[in-house]
């Protein structure tokens, strides 16, 4: 079995990484929380222990479960990945040549567990010793932070994705997401577990100013036999899809990438909050967002290193043609127009699926649920009323590692 490889977005799911949060969330509050990405405070203590089913709900699945911090610690380990990682989370640009030595070589000394849970919670002016003085510190308050928080971590999804024999460290859309990516690309780079394998980082590891060709893993649905299904969304960009599709294809990754129009709104801010794949000819779709009008387009290797682009007149049959599946079945979200356009906001369509008709999601969503239980689609049931308020679901707290094809 390969290690890192993942072949479909519903064959049985092997391995995932996610991100138990605990500081970032401590962070928030009524006044930061929307510029955070976040739609309310959370109850840091519920908010852990709904997390810890959603864990032992995949465990008792046989999912290797990695968790972020833990991985991030042991990354830290290695010197040369520390230095790298210092010198782009807390850059001499960002606080100031001398301060930011300072810090950096604070933060060296600690405990790397320590260290790490900074490095995704953030760090206050009030946590650092009082001996550092200079005019950064002096123009301050105590509870600015050095370090700013990245609650979002919560959605391992986004960050980064594996496709295939792959990963794309995604260049994020939003401020408050886009320092997640240098946490992710250290580990990747040199954590035993990533680093002793041969895997193709296909987008995002450069030192770049990506500008406008953003991408986000929740818009990333791998569904299969030498496919790809992505959103343009509020994070996607066509041109992030065109550096993605360009590279899969010259690692001979994909033969097709599917690339579906999505409106740039919050509710909808990646495709899998509209859309996810939960069998082998079943979707789950919020008709409301993703409809037959919905424009579409196949990208194609055309040979020369660049892409062929055709037009689709319906999505559906699109996604059919690639899975070689005649009939796709699509389950809406449940109950009336208002229960549906409460539970989509509560994620009921972002499910993760373990094995094939096998799903994780909140158990809040009834109407939605009950539709996939009468399609004989299995709901392992998970709290998420705390989680719930990051606007994620199953789908989007998990970055899977290791998957089957279909
Ligand atoms: N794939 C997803 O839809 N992820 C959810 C991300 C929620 C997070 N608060 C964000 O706005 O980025």
């Given at each position: 079995m390969k290690r890192h490889y993942v072949g479909?977005?519903?064959?049985q799911l092997r391995s995932v990484m996610l991100h138990r949060p605990n500081l970032s969330l401590q962070r928030l509050t009524p006044s930061n929380c929307q510029e955070l990405l976040f739609d309310d405070v959370l109850s840091v203590e519920r908010a852990g222990k709904e997390h810890d089913i959603f864990s032992q709900t995949l465990r008792q699945q046989g999912v290797e479960v990695l968790l972020l911090t833990d991985l991030l610690t042991e990354t830290l380990d290695n010197r040369e990945a520390k230095d790298w990682l210092f010198s782009r989370q807390i850059s001499d640009y960002r606080l100031g040549p001398q301060f930011a030595e300072e810090i950096r070589g604070w933060l060296a000394d600690l405990p790397h567990r320590q260290t790490a849970r900074f490095m995704s919670g953030g760090l206050t002016y009030s946590e650092i010793p009082d001996t550092f003085h200079n005019m950064v510190t002096d123009t301050?308050?105590?509870?600015?932070?050095v370090i700013k928080p990245l609650p979002n971590h919560l959605f391992t999804r986004d960050t980064s994705c594996w496709i295939y024999n792959g990963v794309s460290v995604n260049p994020m859309a939003k401020e408050a997401r886009k320092r997640e990516t240098n946490n992710l690309r250290a580990i990747y780079r040199w954590h035993p577990h990533f680093a002793d394998n041969e895997f193709i980082?296909?987008?995002?590891?450069?030192?770049?100013?990506y500008d406008h060709a953003t991408l986000e893993?929740?818009?990333?649905?791998?569904?299969?036999r030498g496919a790809v299904l992505i959103g343009l969304s509020e994070r996607t960009t066509p041109q992030g899809v065109e550096f993605l599709a360009r590279s899969l294809f010259k690692h001979q990754q994909a033969t097709k990438v599917i690339a579906l129009e999505l409106p740039k709104h919050r509710s909808c801010m990646h495709l899998d909050t509209v859309m996810t794949h939960i069998d082998f000819d079943t979707f789950s779709v919020y008709p409301e967002v993703v409809r037959d009008t919905t424009q579409c387009w196949t990208l194609t290797d055309d040979g020369h290193g660049g892409l062929r682009r055709t037009e689709e007149p319906q999505f559906v049959r699109a996604i059919g043609k690639a899975l070689g599946i005649d009939d796709i079945k699509l389950i809406t979200t449940g109950g009336d127009s208002f229960e549906a356009e409460r539970e989509q906001w509560n994620d009921a369509n972002n499910v993760l699926t373990v094995r094939p008709g096998v799903v994780i999601g909140y158990e809040r969503n009834t109407w939605t649920n009950e539709k996939y239980d009468k399609a004989g689609i299995t709901v392992l049931p998970i709290p998420g009323d705390e989680l719930g308020r990051g606007r994620g679901g199953a789908r989007c707290m998990s970055c899977p590692l290791e998957r089957d094809d279909i």
């Open positions: 479909s977005e519903i064959g301050h308050q105590l509870n600015d932070f980082t296909y987008f995002g590891d450069d030192e770049f100013n893993g929740g818009d990333v649905l791998v569904i299969g």
